[in-house]
């Protein structure tokens, strides 16, 4: 069975890209931009990771972390930002990982590997 992740992105392009390739990496992917679906997704597909853009309107990605870390503890949720000084933030708010955009796709990806195996 293929590994699920959600990706929550605000550039519907970078989410299209991201979808594609990560499907192509064998993944089971779904995404969106809209973070009223974020929640209802995640219930849903109950993935094996998230990656939620940081600084999302109308969203508190933290506490959206913890949320998800109560329901479903053996998630992973990564962090992307183009604000590298959400990296320090992001781990103390009990992400499991940070990546600063722009991003190298294969540094992406092989840390979604590292993360879930």
């Known amino acids: 069975m293929k590994k699920s992740i959600i990706i929550v992105e605000t550039d519907q392009s970078i989410l299209d890209v991201l979808i594609i390739l ?3 990496e064998g993944y089971h992917v779904k995404g969106t931009v809209k973070f009223q679906e974020v929640e209802t997704l995640v219930n849903i597909e109950q993935p094996k990771l998230v990656i939620l853009e940081f600084k999302l309107k109308g ?3 933290i506490k959206l972390c913890e949320q998800f870390k109560r329901e479903f503890p053996s998630m992973v949720i990564l962090a992307i930002s183009c604000n590298e000084d959400i990296e320090t933030t992001s781990a103390i ?3 499991d990982g940070f ?3 722009p991003f190298e796709i294969d540094v992406l990806a092989r840390t ?3 993360m879930l195996n």
Request: aromatic share 6%; charged share 20%; proline share 0%.
């Open 112 to 114: 979604i590997h590292l």
């Open 59 to 61: 969203l508190d990605a």
């Open 22 to 24: 990560l499907t192509e």
């Open 99 to 101: 990546i600063a955009k």
């Open 93 to 95: 708010s009990g992400f």
